[in-house]
């Protein structure tokens, strides 16, 4: 009788059939029967509700201690069922710690037009890692969701060992340094690179991208290393010196005659 769009009975004719509709919406349908003098209906309201689209943007990588950031989502709902209201809910799913939403839930009333609403919240993470966020809207009659990853990356940990005196004409120490790093984001790869930042001369390292190597000095002097480590994202260092010492030079004078005094 009424409705946005038609209505596709398997059997017209019979008082038990199956109705299928094209598109969300509330139907009216008569059922009648006739006898052959006179005619009887009954009329049915149906409401075709369609499940609220839900969209949030993924995925998000924040460096820690930077530990918030901002969401944004979107919730589309067809207006029904009339009289309801549209929830749209911000949620944790995963991860190491807990999060804190600013504003976690928003709520609409349904009047059967159509709806677009924008559910924004601060999410505030208390530890690094990996987590799983979700935007949930649901008009009371149907629910649907949209997730979220935000990978709070942790700035790899570096130390370039314990500063270093070695005697000229040795020329060459073992560098012993670490590199800690969390894993993330997930797909990346940890690189080690260790360089000179001053010295008198040059510096050859047996391999630089290793944590622990040597270093061979041209000449003698003080010189400032630095190791540097990088998870494609952020990058740590740290700085260790060496001092090619060269040992004093001693020398003797022959001694002097002197005339003897009367």
Do not use: C
Not at 25 to 41: I, K, R, W
Not at 214 to 228: D, I
Request: charged share 5%.
């Amino acid at each position: 009788v009424s409705g946005p769009a038609g209505a596709v009975f398997t059997d017209p004719t019979a008082a038990s059939t199956t109705a299928s509709f094209s598109q969300s919406g509330v139907y009216v349908l008569q059922l009648m029967a006739n006898d052959g003098l006179t005619n009887g209906s009954a009329h049915v309201t149906i409401t075709v509700d369609h499940a609220p689209a839900v969209t949030a943007i993924s995925p998000i990588l924040i460096n820690w201690p930077a530990n918030h950031v901002v969401l944004n989502g979107m919730v589309a709902d067809d207006g029904l069922p009339a009289g309801g209201t549209l929830t749209s809910i911000w949620s944790q799913t995963s991860g190491p710690a807990p999060v804190n939403f600013s504003s976690p839930s928003l709520v609409n009333a349904l009047n059967g037009a159509a709806i677009v609403t924008q559910p924004s919240t601060t999410a505030t993470f208390t530890a690094p890692g990996l987590y799983g966020l979700r935007l949930t809207g649901n008009d009371g009659q149907s629910a649907n969701h949209a997730d979220v990853t935000v990978t709070v990356n942790q700035t790899p940990a570096v130390n370039a060992g314990t500063n270093q005196i070695i005697t000229w004409p040795a020329s060459q120490v073992v560098l012993e340094g670490t590199a800690a790093d969390d894993g993330l984001p997930a797909g990346s790869s940890v690189t080690i690179s260790w360089s000179k930042l001053s010295g008198p001369g040059t510096v050859a390292f047996a391999n630089a991208s290793s944590t622990n190597t040597t270093a061979t000095f041209s000449t003698n002097g003080v010189y400032m290393l630095k190791l540097t480590v990088s998870d494609g994202v952020s990058t740590n260092s740290s700085d260790v010196s060496v001092i090619a010492n060269t040992a004093p030079v001693v020398t003797i004078s022959a001694d002097t005659l002197m005339p003897r005094l009367p």
